[in-house]
């Protein structure tokens, strides 16, 4: 009698583990199937043997990569990226129509860069992926 319940509470074990198990990769598939969907979010690699400050994210309309006079048209990230690390963000930026972003920031060389991070959009959805290097800077887009 004892080795019954002894079994039964193993299956019931064994049972709500694969349970669980399922109810993990099911809600792991749900956040990659909406991520496309989600606020904005900046990825910014820092390869480069330089230090990255002054970061800051802006709008622009009608192609003009220095328009950003609108409230909210600019978000300055507070830290800076010391040279083999990696920060995600999402910039706190208000939309209103067609607009690009553009991701500006200075190298501890003194060296400014400009980048288009996501072209025409009009909602800020979606991930762009910043790697810098001590050659160039490279933007992977999946924005909306």
Known sequence: MNTRRTHSKSIIIILSAIGLGVGIVAF???LNAIDPFRQLRITIHN??????TNIQASLTTGGDALNTSEPGSIHT???????????????????????????TFTDSRGETYNEMVCGYTESLFGNSYVTVTNENVTVKEECM
Do not use: C, R, T, W
């Open 28 to 30: 792991m598939s749900f």
């Open 47 to 52: 390869q480069s043997d330089y230090d990255l």
């Open 77 to 103: 990230l507070q830290k800076s990226i010391p040279s083999g690390e990696n920060v995600k963000f999402a910039p706190q930026l208000h939309i209103s129509g067609e607009s690009s972003v553009y991701l």
